[in-house]
């Protein structure tokens, strides 16, 4: 389904039209547009704040343990992948 308004035709297969297939791929959605830093500056410092001074709640460590092994979980898939298509 393409979005409303767009009369473009598609491209191989693909739902949408060139700009919103790419759109779509590199935000998760074919209508995200992207999210300039300027725009998140003041929830970056609140979130500062929130870390430095709940870094030693054991819940607060929990949720951040946990999030750096997803992180890790996923950057070590990336390299099999990558490994993987990389080879002659």
């Not at 035709?9 to 693909?14: A, D, N, Q, R």
Request: with cysteine.
């Amino acid at each position: 389904m393409r979005p409303a308004g767009l009369l473009q035709p598609v491209h191989g297969l693909s739902r949408w039209c060139s700009r919103h297939h790419g759109l779509s791929l590199r935000y998760g959605s074919p209508t995200q547009e992207r999210v300039l830093r300027r725009e998140t500056k003041e929830y970056e410092r609140m979130v500062s704040r929130l870390i430095a001074s709940n870094k030693s709640h054991p819940a607060f460590v929990l949720v951040v343990n946990e999030l750096d092994d997803m992180l890790a979980t996923a950057d070590q898939a990336h390299h099999r992948h990558a490994f993987h298509h990389t080879r002659p």
